[in-house]
């Protein structure tokens, strides 16, 4: 059974940094898409980053030059380095992988920023 668990939300001040983290179990390979999505209130769930096993990744044009997605396959954990927070980045975060034909989400980890 895949899981997935985030952790490494919090409450931080404009300008301020965070890590997520995603830590995946069940998968028998690290051949999989993996990625990051928010969904404030009142909004629908958004793409935020997303990185392929072989390491290609896109981001959302909000998010670009501050986020940074990574993962290490070895340990099938990904991250998202959140650089310059600003306050219409606060949502919950969701991680997603796509996996043999399946998509599969963490619970989500909130993220506020404000001062």
């Known amino acids: 059974q895949v899981q997935l668990v985030e952790s490494g939300g919090g409450l931080v001040q404009p300008g301020g940094s965070l890590r997520l983290s995603c830590a995946a179990s069940?998968?028998?390979?690290?051949?999989?898409?993996m990625g990051w999505y928010r969904q404030a209130p009142g909004k629908q769930r958004e793409l935020v980053a997303r990185?392929?096993?072989?390491?290609?990744?896109n981001y959302a044009d909000s998010v670009r030059g501050r986020f940074t997605i990574s993962r290490d396959n070895a340990k099938n954990t990904g991250y998202l380095q959140m650089n310059g927070l600003k306050p219409e980045d606060t949502a919950v975060y969701y991680c997603?992988?796509?996996?043999?034909?399946?998509?599969?989400w963490g619970q989500g980890t909130q993220v506020t920023v404000s001062s």
């Open positions: 990185a392929t096993s072989g390491g290609s990744t």
């Open positions: 997603n992988v796509d996996y043999k034909g399946r998509s599969y």
């Open positions: 069940g998968l028998s390979s690290s051949i999989y898409p």
